[in-house]
C-alpha cells in the first residue's frame, strides 16, 4: 500500500503542474466567457445558458461539457499509459521494486484523481466567469429545479461528483484501449469516436440507461442512486485491463 502511495503522490504533482493542466484550464476559461458573452447578446438561443448567474452557470455547464472532458481524459490516460510504459519513464521515488499490481493500480487511482481535479477545475472557472459576467444571482435553476444559496453549491459539486464518477469509468475504457497503442493523438481519437456513437444510443431506451455515455449526457444521480451495475462494470473493466497489462513490455 505504501509504494502505491508513493506512486499516486508521484503522478498527482506531475498532474498539477503539467502544462496539460494548463492547457485544460485555458480552453476551459475560454470556451465559458464565449458561452456567457453569447448568452449576453443573444440570450438562450445562442448559448447552453438558461439563466445568467453565477449560481446556474456550473451546473448548466457540466452538461454541456462532457466532450471536451472526455477528450482530456483520453490524451491523459493515454500519455501516463505510454510515457511510462514505452518511454522508460517508471523513474518512481521508490526504493524498492514494485509489483504489476500495484503500479497498475496507482494509475487506476491516478485517472480517478484526474477526474476529480478537472471535474473541480471546471466548477471553480464556471463560478468565476459566472460572477464576473452576471453576478451570483438569487437562485439556482437547472430546467425546473430551483434552489440557493448552500444548497445549490452542495447540488453543483454532487452533480460534479455524479459525471466525475462516469468520466472515470470512461477513463478505464480509455486505460485499456491506450494499451494497444502507443500515440496519444490515436487513443483520443478512438475515444472520440466512441462518445459520437455513444449519443445515437439514448435513442434506445432499453439500453442507454446502461451505457457510461448515458451518465455523461445527463443530468441525474443514478450512479450513486443505482451504484451496483456502474460498480461491476468498472470492475470488469479494471480487471480486463490489468490482464491486458501484465502481457505487456515495462521499460524503466
Known sequence: MKKINKLLIFETKRMIFSKMTVVYSAIYLVSFVISALFFKEMGSEGSVLTIGNAQSFPIQHLQASFFFTGIFIAIYVSKISSQDRIKGMIKIPLTRSVSRLEYYLSRVLSIFFFCLFITFIMIALSYLVGM???????????????????????????????????????????????????????????MGILLMIGQYFELLPSIKQFTIFHQMLFFHMDIFDKPLLYNIFSFLIIVVGYKIFRKKDLFV
Open 132 to 190: 464576473f459576467f452576471f453576478g451570483w444571482g438569487n437562485q439556482l435553476v437547472f430546467h425546473s429545479f430551483t434552489t440557493n444559496g448552500f444548497m445549490g453549491i452542495l447540488i453543483t459539486f454532487l452533480c460534479g461528483l455524479a459525471f466525475a464518477f462516469a468520466y472515470f469509468g470512461f477513463g478505464l475504457i480509455s486505460l485499456v484501449i491506450s494499451m494497444y497503442s502507443d500515440r496519444a493523438i490515436e487513443n483520443a481519437t478512438i
